[in-house]
């Protein structure tokens, strides 16, 4: 099957609130465990917004393959233009290498412009090789500021 082809198969729509078993499901086959609640609440999150859906779901042969989680914030982080971030993506490790970490990501950059949104964000993890590659091969690069991280567990135990 050409690369043509296996993108006509794939079908990119707005996430629903039935798709909550299956983004959990994929999630899980990728990390290794099950969050539950975090996506309960993500996608009521992102089900509650109006206008253009930025939260995504991919089916190829009617079967659920990927989704992704994106947010638009307007003036965050001393940001004069509204920003988008991407809060999870994920694609079944049966899906992989198929084309539908790029549908997701093209139907949502439509979305953004649509809304005159013309930056997106996301973190990955550094120990996570493949991920960024794939981030890298999609025209992400590093962002000119520092994410910062304070364990509060051991802040404590510095002023004990």
């Known amino acids: 099957m050409s690369i043509g082809e296996q993108e006509e198969r794939i079908v990119v729509r707005n996430l629903r609130p039935d798709d909550l078993e299956q983004v959990i499901a994929v999630d899980a086959k990728n990390g290794g465990k099950r969050r539950e609640e975090y996506f309960k609440v993500k996608l009521a999150q992102n089900l509650a917004e109006t206008g253009v859906k930025v939260s995504l779901a991919a089916e190829t042969d009617k079967c659920f393959a990927g989704f992704l989680l994106a947010r638009v914030y307007y003036g965050e982080f ?13 694609v079944h490790p049966e899906f992989r290498r198929q084309g539908i970490g790029t549908a997701l ?7 953004l412009d649509g809304l005159g949104v013309r930056s997106l ?12 590659a794939f981030f890298h091969g999609q025209g992400f690069h590093p962002a000119p500021r520092f994410c ?3 364990d509060l567990a051991d802040r404590s135990r510095a002023r004990e």
């Open 78 to 90: 001393g940001a004069a233009e509204p920003v988008a971030v991407l809060d999870t993506f994920g």
């Open 105 to 111: 990501l093209e139907q949502l950059c439509k979305n």
């Open 121 to 132: 964000h996301t973190e990955v993890s550094w120990d996570d090789p493949s991920l960024l």
């Open 148 to 150: 910062l991280d304070l």
